[in-house]
């Protein structure tokens, strides 16, 4: 939830599921079949993502649960992860329930989501699964992706969402390189890859 306290750009890493599935049923209404039907339909969008992005090394985890993303993020052999968090605390205690192999990618950046000491094209990618919609703050939160990134951002989007956020990507200095479905004719989540366009 925005701090209107904070920095233009602030919000809170407040645990929830994330909004990458905005449109599927809450996970207690599903069963175990589907659940592992949904993570694994997840993890491939996000493996096409991070390909298209082309399978960056060095990415900015924003994921809104500390976590949820990393196995399939430390897949890449010699990918590091930097996750952003709020709380060290809970950082580290969802960092040790993940096998060794996978923490060995994984470094936490004390940060408030979107409010970072990050210096300008420090990570080769943003990752990004909050949705925007809505957020009149968004131009100012893709301006801040793009100062950090080198090459591209991943985010959470609505199929009929991320038309509407050309001007913004334009603005913020990206061009949308591609965008995948969950579920065509079922589902309005995408994950959509922009690319910096200078």
Request: glycine content about 6%.
């Amino acid at each position: 939830m925005p701090d209107s306290t904070s920095s233009p750009v602030t919000l809170s890493f407040a645990d929830g599921d994330d909004l990458a599935l905005p449109d599927v049923q809450p996970r207690w209404h599903l069963g175990r079949l589907a659940r592992r039907i949904e993570c694994w339909r997840e993890h491939q969008l996000i493996r096409n993502a991070l390909e298209l992005a082309g399978d960056p090394t060095l990415v900015l985890d924003l994921s809104r649960v500390t976590g949820r993303y990393w196995p399939v993020l430390a897949e890449h052999p010699s990918r590091v992860i930097i996750a952003a968090a709020d709380s060290p605390a809970q950082f580290e205690a969802r960092r040790q329930r993940h096998p060794p192999a996978q923490r060995e990618h994984i470094r936490v950046l004390p940060a408030s989501a979107f409010a970072f000491d990050l210096p300008d094209k420090s990570v080769d990618c943003v990752f990004c699964m909050r949705p925007m919609a809505g957020n009149g703050r968004r131009g100012a939160i893709l301006r801040e992706l793009h100062r950090v990134t080198r090459d591209a951002v991943i985010l959470a989007a609505r199929a009929g969402d991320v038309g509407s956020f050309q001007r913004d990507f334009t603005a913020a200095g990206f061009r949308l390189r591609g965008r995948f479905d969950f579920l065509p004719l079922f589902s309005a989540a995408q994950v959509a890859v922009l690319r910096k366009s200078n």
